[in-house]
């Protein structure tokens, strides 16, 4: 099968690769690029954990065909650091132990990003919706919620 | 269709570590040039806290600073033999042994500090923030640094640490079937509040209530977000998930993620935990360790919540509507019980 050239934003970047037809873009993500913030986690769209922004909106990158990506900016966990600083989520969960294993952590920050991003003040309802996607199985969800809600608060510690 | 309410409890005993060969566990702890300590571990963290709690443990023991101390482990290749992270046993079992290398290894550090201020080592004393000094004379002082330079350039010193931990095997009484399986218990008691709808047999909770007696938690923010998390994975337990729904019948077992039910965000409710801490005589600094209990008492609560609420005794596994709402039509309706 011959390879086909890809070429999209990756974190502000540009970036070209050349992927199989139907590769999926997590694996390019991962195995091409080499940013291993997505996570495999059950690889068809049941636990959240491949999370990604497509301009901005939430997509499984599990699910995605990489080909479709093209000429599109994608922003994963990698991305968010702002220089040496934590981005205010990372913040707040780490201030409120919103990790446990870790695994799930990424696609919990990308769904909670994509939700502050569009709605900068929501309700723990609004919270609860915008992670419905991504399964956690050590925190119990609680911690996750509070730490969303303490970093569209503001109450993060510098 | 009606939603009742019912209102459920069930209190434990919990053993912390098991009876198997002693169930030991291992440490290595030393210094590093620079004043820094390492502790080898082959003991697993998966998050529940086991390198955070350890590096206490062996900070305090130390008396030096908790930002001193690194944690290696995960490794058996390059850790000492640890059973496992199993049995709630981690706080307790691996750090009674990581207490024991750093009490050891601080031995050996208050010597080389002695040799260094020329004083005997019984005088001397740790300030927690990298230093030894002489008791009543602060500034008779000596870092932890370069006590650690001296006994490895100087001196010629390991400043090390070896310890373990092992209770002697507990053998059954062929007479009485008697054995003393671990040597400290904790305890917890949860009161679970679910509503049952007997149209669609379906359980959602309302409200749980706890108390967990735990002996002293080192780290309480991380004790209280095991015992949040760990409640889940017992709701988890006692409502949605199984691998075979109608055991032993393998049939409709889930494939996947997307089949394998498990709550989610939208599932939980609020709950409302006391820590009691009564320090286990042989714990380190008197810790138990909350592990596997945190998810134990919700299964026998939920079940007893929801005979509460409809009347209907279910005893196996997961409860899914299914099952509730057979059991309510074989009885002829929903049979409330009266509340507590």
């Given at each position: 099968m011959s390879k086909i050239p890809l070429q999209f934003r990756h974190n502000g970047r540009d970036v070209a690769i050349f992927v199989d037809g139907g590769t999926n873009l997590l694996v390019a993500l991962r195995e091409l690029i080499g940013d291993m913030t997505p996570k495999f986690g059950c690889g068809q769209g049941g636990c959240g954990t491949c999370s990604v922004l497509i301009d901005g909106e939430l997509h499984l990158s599990c699910l995605t065909l990489a080909e479709t990506v093209a000429g599109r900016s994608i922003e994963t966990l990698d991305g968010i650091k702002q220089g040496p600083n934590l981005h205010p989520l990372q913040r707040a969960f780490a201030d409120n132990f919103a990790a446990q294993c870790g695994y799930c952590t990424p696609g919990m920050l990308m769904a909670a990003k994509a939700l502050l991003d569009r709605n900068p003040s929501p309700s723990r309802d609004e919270v609860v919706e915008a992670i419905s996607g991504n399964i956690c199985r050590c925190t119990g969800y609680e911690p996750i919620i509070n730490a969303i809600l303490a970093a569209a608060g503001g109450r993060v510690s510098a | 269709m009606t939603r009742h309410r019912g209102r459920g409890m069930a209190s434990i005993n919990y053993p912390i570590g098991m009876n198997l060969g002693g169930d030991p566990s291992q440490a290595l702890v030393h210094s590093n040039p620079s004043g820094k300590f390492t502790v080898a571990l082959s003991s697993i963290d998966l998050g529940q806290g086991m390198k955070s709690v350890t590096r206490q443990i062996c900070a305090e023991t130390l008396g030096v600073p908790v930002e001193d101390v690194y944690v290696d482990t995960a490794d058996s290749d390059t850790g000492p033999h640890c059973m496992g992270s199993f049995a709630s046993r981690g706080t307790h079992r691996v750090g009674n042994a990581v207490m024991a290398a750093a009490r050891e290894a601080r031995g050996v550090m208050m010597e080389a500090a002695a040799e260094e201020l020329e004083v005997n080592a019984s005088d001397l004393e740790t300030d927690g923030r990298g230093n030894i000094h002489v008791k009543g004379a602060p500034h008779r002082s000596i870092s932890t640094k370069d006590v650690a330079i001296a006994a490895q350039f100087k001196q010629g010193k390991t400043i090390s640490g070896r310890g373990i931990f092992l209770v002697p095997l507990s053998n059954v009484d062929p007479e009485t079937g008697e054995m003393s399986p671990a040597t400290c218990y904790a305890h917890a008691c949860l009161v679970a509040e679910v509503e049952v709808d007997d149209e669609t047999g379906e359980v959602a909770m309302v409200r749980m209530d706890s108390a967990y007696e735990l002996?002293?938690?080192?780290n309480p923010r991380l004790v209280e977000q095991q015992l949040v998390g760990g409640a889940w994975m017992g709701v988890s337990h006692a409502l949605y998930e199984t691998p075979e729904p109608y055991y032993p019948d393998p049939v409709h077992g889930p494939r996947d993620f997307v089949e394998y039910l498990m709550p989610g965000p939208g599932d939980i409710c609020p709950h409302d935990i006391a820590v009691l801490e009564r320090p286990a005589p042989d714990g380190p600094f008197g810790a138990k360790g909350p592990g596997e209990m945190c998810a134990n008492p919700v299964l026998p609560a939920v079940a007893n919540a929801i005979f509460n609420a409809v009347g209907v005794r279910i005893d196996d596994l997961p409860i899914t509507p299914e099952k509730v709402l057979r059991a309510i039509k074989s009885q002829g309706g929903a049979r409330p019980q009266a509340r507590r």
């Open positions: - | 002996g002293r938690a080192l």
